[in-house]
């Protein structure tokens, strides 16, 4: 089920789920989640599609872990250590996530995480670990923070008008 799980040294407790896959002239199958290799309990899906170029977060809270995977399409994927009692606070990662090498990430609680459509559509999944309470319940930071410096794919994307007014990190409250 699993071709590797790489601990993240970056961002404590974040994890790369590189997934095995199966191959005939049918197509292909994969799992992407599984208690055997994620002991996290989740009690939602979602899925959100986007267009080329939309940019989704920086989003999260103090208390939900999330499980992402790219169904179908390519997007960026950036997440950001926002514990202040972490060892790793204020530190970042980007990943690039297709159906191509299937591959899940799992954000621990406490980390807030954007992505960034890089193809014509993409499928972004996740799982929760918390039922989703709103957007007044996450914080949204923007998406530009200086502080955070990512190298986004796109110089221009297409924001929501809750990501346009995105705080700065420092200002997090977790």
């Known amino acids: 089920m699993l071709k590797e799980i790489i601990k993240n040294t ?4 974040l994890e790369v789920l590189r997934l095995d896959t199966f191959h005939d002239y049918r ?3 994969w799992t992407v989640y599984s208690e055997e290799y994620c002991d996290t309990k989740f009690v939602a899906d979602k899925i959100s599609i ?14 939900t872990t999330k499980l992402i995977t790219c169904l179908s399409g390519q997007f960026q994927l950036c997440v950001a250590d926002a514990r202040k009692k972490s060892e790793t606070y204020g530190n970042i990662e980007t990943f690039f996530l297709d159906t191509q090498d299937p591959t899940v990430v799992l954000v621990p609680a406490g980390c807030i995480n954007a992505h960034l459509s890089l193809s014509d559509k993409c499928v972004f999944y996740y799982k929760w670990s918390e039922a989703y309470q709103g957007p007044e ?7 530009d923070d200086p502080d955070l410096n990512f190298e986004w794919a796109v ?3 297409i924001l929501s008008e809750r990501d346009q007014r995105g705080i700065l990190f420092k200002n997090i409250l977790f």
């Open 10 to 13: 970056k961002i404590k407790d």
């Open 27 to 29: 197509g292909e199958i």
């Open 50 to 63: 986007s267009n080329f170029g939309v940019l989704r977060g920086f989003h999260g809270d103090s208390n």
């Open 137 to 143: 319940k996450q914080v949204t930071v923007a998406w």
């Open 155 to 157: 110089q221009n994307p």
